[in-house]
T-cell receptor, first 112, second 110 residues
Framework: EPEVTQTPSHQVTQMGQEVILRCVPI?????FYWYRQILGQKVEFLVS????????KSEIFDDQFSVERPDGSNFTLKIRSTKLEDSAMYFC??????????FGDGTRLSIL | GQNIDQPTEMTATEGAIVQINCTYQ??????LFWYQQHAGEAPTFLSY????GLEEKGRFSSFLSRSKGYSYLLLKELQMKDSASYLC???????????FGKGTRLSVIA
């Protein structure tokens, strides 16, 4: 069964550094999402992406965050200058029309 | 505003049946989803309701009442591997993201 794949599985970064999280959505999916989950808390929406542009973003997704689809397969989340509170699991998800979202295994981001 | 409420924790016995409730208040409605999440892993899709009634999928069933803003997930013949968090999530419209509840941590005991 096709899967959403995310790399790296764990990223440790110094506060203030830039980090890029990578995702390869399922190949025929059209809608892409990033969510985050702080340890012990609920899954929170960050941003959705469709037709090569952001379709919706949450309050969390401020100017420090950006997303790109640099080629036909990858979907990246960049955090420009990381803060301690950015430590969380970051999940990428994708779906097709009228289908549920499928999640990747996540990247655990630890900011020191 | 949007709000999803579900119990924080539940415990049930192996072989038994458990019902996990979820109430939601959203500005629109286009579906109620249930995901399973084992500790440290990704949410895995279980079921989806957009119309009132019961959807059955093997040992898992999900029910929706739109007028009451209420759903439940029913797990039958519980197995130890069902110990996980169960996330209730609602969608406002066809292309909007999911709004998740805090999840219900289910412990299955022998």
């Amino acid at each position: 069964e096709p899967e959403v794949t995310q790399t790296p599985s764990h990223q440790v970064t110094q506060m203030g550094q830039e980090v890029i999280l990578r995702c390869v959505p399922i190949s025929n999916h059209l809608y892409f999402y990033w969510y985050r989950q702080i340890l012990g808390q609920k899954v929170e929406f960050l941003v959705s992406f469709y037709n090569n542009e952001i379709s919706e973003k949450s309050e969390i997704f401020d100017d420090q965050f950006s997303v790109e689809r640099p080629d036909g397969s990858n979907f990246t989340l960049k955090i420009r200058s990381t803060k301690l509170e950015d430590s969380a699991m970051y999940f990428c998800a994708s779906r097709n029309s009228n289908q549920p979202q499928h999640f990747g295994d996540g990247t655990r981001l630890s900011i020191l | 505003g949007q709000n999803i409420d579900q119990p924080t924790e539940m415990t049930a016995t192996e072989g038994a049946i458990v019902q996990i409730n979820c109430t939601y208040q959203t500005s629109g409605f286009n579906g109620l989803f249930w995901y399973q999440q084992h500790a440290g892993e990704a949410p895995t899709f279980l079921s989806y309701n957009v119309l009132d009634g019961l959807e059955e999928k093997g040992r898992f069933s999900s029910f929706l009442s739109r007028s009451k803003g209420y759903s439940y997930l029913l797990l039958k013949e519980l197995q130890m591997k069902d110990s996980a968090s169960y996330l209730c999530a609602a969608r406002n419209s066809g292309n909007t993201p999911l709004v998740f509840g805090k999840g219900t941590r289910l412990s299955v005991i022998a």
